[in-house]
């Protein structure tokens, strides 16, 4: 299996695990991955946590892969599409750690994540432009999203390698943790999470996914729809019932 997968209380981690070869993807890495995410939309799942084996997080597509082609570009990126979308359509925070290079298309799938938590020793490159290549995997949809049209630009042009906190400075990086005890710092604030209003947390993904693409008027109606839905779950009444009683929320996703 080249991707592990652990499960502790509503914490699902998947592990990209070609430590070898700095977890570059290969067509049984993105299959066995939809597989898990495909799985991960069990309820007692409540946050995924994404990361890579070894000193890598992960430098892309494994170009010895793709060196004997067997099929062209445009059929063996459905592969990769199929991924992105899973990551996106999923009704619950997923996060990913990265511990070292992010580069390519492992780059790519770090920005369809919901939130990025990066090792001070944690650096990015879109690497695409080097080997003559454009953007794919959602990199194009997401940077400019993130960062704004022009340096999104600069960045996918030039494949600069940029440090966390560089990354961290543009908006790319939500969190950074000390290269010691990153694992540990990483694990303990997604087990926070999994403990928060998942239920609320994955309905706010779909808001911001859909405010995309979407006119005010409609946001307002979206978001009184899912309002709705959060305002009927027992979180909610979790919450209230808390605040009331000045105690801290016990919150189980429902
Ligand atoms: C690798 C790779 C790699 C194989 C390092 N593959 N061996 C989708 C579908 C269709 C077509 C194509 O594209 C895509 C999506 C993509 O992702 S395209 C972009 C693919 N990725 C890259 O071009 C990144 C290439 N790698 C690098 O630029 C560097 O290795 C980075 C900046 C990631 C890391 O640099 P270092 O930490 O200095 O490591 P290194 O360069 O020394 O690499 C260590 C080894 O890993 C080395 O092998 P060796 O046998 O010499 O130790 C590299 O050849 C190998 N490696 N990336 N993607």
């Not at 494994?62 to 990126?77: A, I």
Request: hydrophobic share 45%; with cysteine.
């Amino acid at each position: 299996m080249v991707i592990t997968q652990h499960q502790e209380a509503g914490l699902l981690t998947l592990t990209l695990n070609r430590p070898e070869a700095l977890n570059a993807i290969t067509t049984e890495l993105l299959v066995e991955l939809a597989h898990a995410l495909e799985k991960a939309q069990d309820p007692a799942i409540r946050v995924v946590l994404l990361v890579g084996a070894g000193r890598a997080f992960s430098v892309g597509q494994d170009l010895k892969e793709v060196q004997v082609r067997t099929e062209s570009f445009k059929d063996h990126l459905r592969h990769y599409n199929r991924v992105i979308k899973l990551l996106q359509q999923l009704e619950k925070p997923v996060l990913v750690a990265i511990n070292g290079a992010a580069a390519g298309a492992g780059f790519s799938l770090t920005l369809a994540c919901d939130l990025r938590l990066a090792s001070e020793n944690a650096f990015f490159t879109p690497a695409f432009s080097r080997i003559g290549l454009v953007p794919d995997s959602g990199m194009s949809y997401f940077l400019p999203r993130m960062i704004g049209w022009n340096k999104a630009f600069d960045l996918m042009t030039f494949s600069p390698r940029i440090t966390a906190e560089e990354a961290f400075e543009l908006g790319i990086v939500d969190r950074i943790f000390p290269a010691e005890s990153f694992q540990n710092d990483v694990r303990v604030f997604a087990q926070q999470m999994a403990q928060g209003p998942t239920l609320a947390i994955g309905l706010t993904k779909q808001l911001l996914r859909r405010s995309a693409s979407a006119t005010l008027e409609e946001m307002l109606d979206y978001e009184a729809e899912m309002q709705d839905r959060a305002g009927q779950s027992q979180d909610h009444h979790e919450g209230i019932q808390a605040f009331l009683e000045k105690r801290p929320s016990r919150f189980t996703g429902n």
